[in-house]
């Protein structure tokens, strides 16, 4: 079709498809968002909406399909739950420049990005991670990688450099630990058969996107430092790439949420017990094989925590268990205080019941997607941290 026959508000979307090929778009018309073409019918087949057409100009009419802005979530939580990435493309006020709303994309939601509420569990994390094998010299092998995961409603933000012929076990290891929703991997190990959780969605990435002198340039300038040495990973090759991969894949996605991320922690995988799947699953430690929920579990007879944030920190010791002596007997030692005072544990306790999700308030409230609730919320976790007893 000749260009000069295309609609301007066609040509609008045009333009914004064709930054983004490979995702569904969301325009932003109004009180709803419309998906068209090849969108439009994909969207309407997996979430049974009603596929129409609508005229653009006198000779052109496209499919479209479209959803209430108001209830938007809730079917972009559902695109996402079947691996899709969603492209929001809002409108960048009402009033309209030459006859034409601008719009712009806001954010791409993906597995790994979700911010929204309703779309991330309460008590558990949701991670994005970014894994770099590095092929040993026999090109069949391979004994070195990087792994860089993070949670953008926490902030938690953590990377490791594996090395040694157990390196592809503990890679397993640790996926099976931390279950992510999305993996990023550069595109040519995407079909070399690294076997992901059920959970897991992968995403393969050009291989630029992992390189070294890119990745350290996006971290110094992220955190607004001269060196990285503080955090622990500037001799970790591997680790590095995977965090800046991580931090510039965000930065396309759900760049709101990089304000959210305020350190990077370096870590080990040697200073906890070594569990792979099989023995996760049959331990039953967060996922029971019966109801394949953690109904049953290790996790469900323990967990009396009260605040959500206790919850995803009790899954995760769960799944980390210490080989350090001397951390042991510290949670013990913590343990048997409030074992031994049970009015302070019992004031504690009502206090935190009053206390809403401050890692994930403090999120929303850095991506501007607060509401009046979230911030009457936040002074409540405000007034509950100066009360509670020390």
């Known amino acids: ?9 066609r040509k609008q979307y045009l333009d914004i498809k064709a930054k983004y090929p490979h995702v569904i778009v969301f325009f932003r018309m109004g009180d709803f968002y419309e998906t068209f073409d090849d969108d439009a019918e994909l969207v309407a087949r997996e979430l049974d909406l009603t596929l129409t ?24 939580a559902r695109l996402v739950e079947k691996g899709y990435h969603v492209a929001i493309a809002d409108q960048m006020g009402n009033e309209a420049i030459n006859g034409l709303v601008p719009r712009e994309v806001t954010q791409v939601v993906t597995p790994g990005t979700v911010v929204a509420p309703t779309m991330v569990p309460e ?28 949670d953008i409603t926490t902030g938690e933000f953590a990377a490791t450099a594996l090395e040694g012929p157990n390196t592809p076990v503990t890679v397993l290891e640790e996926l099976a630990r931390l279950t992510p929703r999305e993996v990023l991997m550069p595109q040519n190990w995407v079909t070399r058969g690294v076997s992901l959780p059920p959970e897991s969605h992968l995403t393969g990435l050009p291989e630029f996107r992992f390189d070294l002198s890119a990745a350290r340039a996006a971290l110094l300038h992220h955190f607004q430092v001269a060196t990285l040495e503080a955090f622990g990973v500037n001799d970790k090759l591997l680790a590095l790439r995977a965090a800046g991969a991580v931090v510039d894949y965000l930065n396309d996605t759900q760049p709101g949420a990089l304000s959210h991320l ?5 870590y ?49 010791w769960l799944g980390q268990p210490l080989m350090d002596l001397d ?12 074992y031994h005072k049970g009015t302070l544990r019992a004031e504690i306790t009502a206090l935190l019941k009053q206390m809403a999700d401050l890692e994930r308030l403090a999120n929303r409230v850095v991506m501007g997607k607060a509401g009046p609730r979230d911030l009457q919320a936040l002074t409540a976790v405000s007034y509950t941290h100066l009360t509670l007893p020390t």
């Open 53 to 76: 057409s609508r005229p653009f100009s006198k000779n052109e009419r496209v499919p479209m399909a479209g959803v209430p802005h108001h209830s938007a979530e809730a079917y972009i």
């Open 123 to 150: 008590r558990q994390n949701n991670f994005l991670m970014a894994l770099l094998p590095e092929m040993d010299y026999d090109g069949e092998n391979w004994s070195h990688a990087g792994l860089a995961y993070v």
């Open 268 to 316: 080990s995988t040697t200073g906890f017990m070594s569990l792979d799947s099989t023995t996760r699953t049959n331990l039953e430690l967060t996922r029971s094989l019966r109801t394949g929920t953690t109904r049953g579990t290790l996790l469900d007879a323990l967990d009396q925590t009260t605040t959500a944030m206790g919850a995803r920190l009790l899954r995760t």
């Open 1 to 9: 079709m000749p260009k000069q026959k295309v609609s301007p508000s």
């Open 262 to 266: 305020t350190t990077l922690r370096g």
């Open 327 to 338: 951390q042991l007997n510290a949670r013990l030692d913590a343990v048997e205080v409030l």
